[in-house]
């Protein structure tokens, strides 16, 4: 089994977390994530321009590259994560010109080796994901690397057949049109989206963006296969720095709590 | 105009690609939008009443056609070709910006969107904007790196006086590229009410193909100017390029006469032989960014750098993705000038024409200087004189160590 399909086969939703490699002490943030119930862990890979992200997400790219990290960097966080945690699902997210520039396959290759479980490339829509040189997805498919897309509040019906072709490990659902971050969507407009994109496939749903609180993750959770939560944890590294294991195990074991426990009543 | 089977003008393909460039690389929210924004511009574009709207405006707000004008002194003094410029520094606003400003803003009307979003890097850009929402009542955002709010107050004033809401950007390094990210984030989150208006022939598609048929008047124009005065075509079109688009639209109507010769010129800033320059496609290598697939000044891993150049219009670590097409194709020729190479040719056009230029056709200019002379004298040279030079005069005063 896939440890994709173990995370979310449990009797419960998973908790998924995202912090930006490279800034703060990138293996002690992720034990502190996994060991206080993270299920799937997204990995940031900093980039220099990145547009989908808002102010907190942002920052933590200029200060990991401010600090000096480079993709060898980020694959050998990602080779001693796969070491010291086998079984938990390690996904690198991030923006094309990174991904492709020494080409696919290379980045493929490097991922794999690195033990990576799924990639998610913001920038490169299923209409530029085949028949060229740099198409991502191909590449990643072929060394067993789920590529795992996006689908948005403006994914419509006639559009969402394309997202999910080729689509693997779970489908995330962006669920404000916006950037990371900023307000959350009205929990009616989740709940029916999700259910839409449940019609349509049998991976599981994730819902991300704007996801702040243990109360929203809860709340999410008792409509989705798995919560996002992303600047939240982001912002306390950026503040805390050497002290941000500690306040990241914090938030996360709340997080964790009420996504783990959402079905229950 | 038919276009001949191996035609260099019917790209780019239905998928918005220039050869191996182009496409469009946007986030999966944009996706849709820029689907609808396609379908809608080729609406427009099968629409008489679209097109004579354009026309009209073009000719009665903008004072279209601009002149096509024969440089005696400059051509006398630099000993060789005669050298032309297409003035379309004369266009209101001062520069061929608002060319494609007022075709995109019919269309966003067009579309029903009410609220309007721009990147600038010089401020011409944002100028034309602020200057067609101004004239159809819409409002107006424009992002601008915070390092070029300082380098153009000028035309930040004006963006104001003409009511736009002017957003220091100060992620990055801010200047150009970060104003398009910042543009990007804002329509991303507004998608329901808001047209992003791309200031150059770059973006995902339909964008650099729209930019290009809406500047595409410069060298229509031109074309039947040159004939009409010369009875020939151009041997030379020169012109200067930070994402592209004077340069194609200049070029554009003349890719298929095979005797016309073309030169883009960049921005080799200090020097192609360090880092500080902003010359894409002579110091960059392909790769992904704002949406396309181009030319870009990076690192090994792919980080964008940060371009250099005395001109903040050309300051841009990017290309338009049909210039990096053309470059591959060996049809247009691209060469690059430094900052004092174009600030000696500013003050030549000064001293020998009385015109007064832009920074960024100051680099053709330069290109010009270089190769005139090495050109009979019955052959002709065609510069885009793409704006003018006012806004530039505290930066070149600066240069020159007078206080102003």
């Known amino acids: 089994m896939s440890r994709f399909a173990s995370a979310f086969g449990k009797p419960r939703p998973a908790l998924v977390c995202f912090i930006t490699a490279g800034d703060g002490d990138t293996a002690a943030n992720l034990d502190a994530l996994v060991e206080a119930g993270a299920d799937v862990i997204e990995l940031g890979m900093p980039f220099t321009d990145p547009m989908a992200d808002g102010p907190a997400i942002q920052s933590a790219n200029l200060r990991s590259l401010g600090a000096g990290t480079t993709t060898a960097d980020v694959l050998r966080y990602a080779t001693e994560f796969r070491a010291r945690h086998p079984n938990v699902p390690l996904v690198l997210m991030g923006y094309a010109n990174p991904m492709v520039r020494r080409g696919p396959e290379w980045f493929a290759e490097a991922a794999a080796a690195a033990g990576v479980d799924g990639v998610i490339c913001v920038d490169i829509p299923p209409e530029e994901d085949f028949d060229s040189p740099w198409a991502l997805g191909p590449a990643l498919r072929e060394r067993g690397i789920a590529p795992i897309r996006l689908a948005t509040p403006t994914t419509d019906s006639a559009r969402l057949p394309q997202v999910l072709a080729g689509s693997e490990g779970f489908l995330y659902y962006v669920s404000v049109a916006g950037i990371t971050g900023k307000q959350q969507a009205a929990i009616a407009s989740i709940k029916e989206n999700v259910a839409r994109i449940k019609q349509s496939t049998e991976l599981p749903v994730a819902v991300g963006f704007g996801v702040r609180t243990p109360e929203q993750a809860g709340e999410i959770a008792r409509h989705a296969d798995g919560v996002v939560v992303g600047s939240a944890l982001v912002e306390i590294c950026g503040a805390y720095g050497a002290e941000a294991p500690a306040k990241l195990r914090e938030l996360t074991a709340a997080l964790a709590h009420a996504v783990h426990t959402a079905r229950q009543d | ?404």
């Open chain 2, 1 to 404: 105009m038919n276009t001949p089977l191996n035609s260099f003008r019917n790209l780019p393909d239905e998928r918005g690609h220039f050869g191996q460039f182009g496409g469009r690389y946007v986030a999966e929210t944009l996706m849709p939008l820029v689907l609808d924004l396609e379908r809608e511009y080729r609406k427009a574009q099968q629409d008489p009443a679209f097109q004579a709207e354009f026309d009209d405006l073009l000719e009665h707000y903008v004072g279209r056609p601009s002149p096509l004008y024969f440089a005696p002194r400059l051509t006398e003094e630099l000993g060789g070709a005669q050298v032309w410029f297409k003035r379309d520094e004369l266009n209101h606003t001062g520069a061929h910006k608002i060319n494609n400003c007022i075709g995109q803003i019919l269309l966003a009307i067009r579309m029903g969107k009410t609220r309007i979003i721009a990147e600038t890097g010089a401020g011409q850009h944002g100028v034309a904007t602020a200057t067609v929402c101004a004239r159809f009542g819409l409002p107006c955002v424009i992002y601008m790196g915070a390092e070029d709010v300082k380098r153009q107050s000028p035309n930040v004033f004006r963006m104001k006086l003409l009511g736009a809401e002017v957003v220091p950007v100060t992620s990055g390094g801010a200047t150009l590229k970060d104003a398009m990210n910042e543009g990007l984030r804002d329509w991303v989150a507004n998608v329901h009410d808001t047209f992003y208006i791309i200031g150059t022939a770059a973006g995902p598609h339909p964008y650099p193909e729209m930019v290009r048929n809406f500047q595409s008047v410069i060298g229509k124009e031109a074309r039947a100017q040159m004939l009409d005065r010369t009875g020939r075509l151009p041997d030379l079109l020169v012109a200067a390029i930070g994402g592209g688009s004077n340069a194609l639209g200049l070029f554009h109507p003349f890719l298929d006469d095979p005797s016309v010769k073309m030169l883009g010129v960049e921005a080799a800033g200090r020097g192609l032989d360090g880092d500080e320059h902003a010359a894409s496609l002579l110091g960059g290598s392909p790769g992904v960014l704002h949406g396309n697939r181009t030319y870009l000044l990076q690192d090994a891993d792919g980080q964008i750098t940060e371009g250099h150049s005395i001109s903040a219009g050309l300051d841009y670590p990017g290309i338009g993705p049909e210039h990096a097409w053309l470059k591959e194709s060996g049809r247009v020729d691209y060469t690059a000038v430094t900052d004092e190479e174009a600030l000696d040719a500013f003050q030549l056009l000064c001293r020998t024409e009385g015109i007064i230029p832009a920074l960024e056709p100051s680099h053709a200019i330069a290109a010009v200087k270089k190769v005139a002379p090495t050109m009979p004298k019955d052959s002709i040279i065609l510069a885009n004189l793409c704006g003018r030079g006012d806004k530039d005069i505290f930066t070149v005063a600066d240069r020159l160590g007078v206080a102003l």
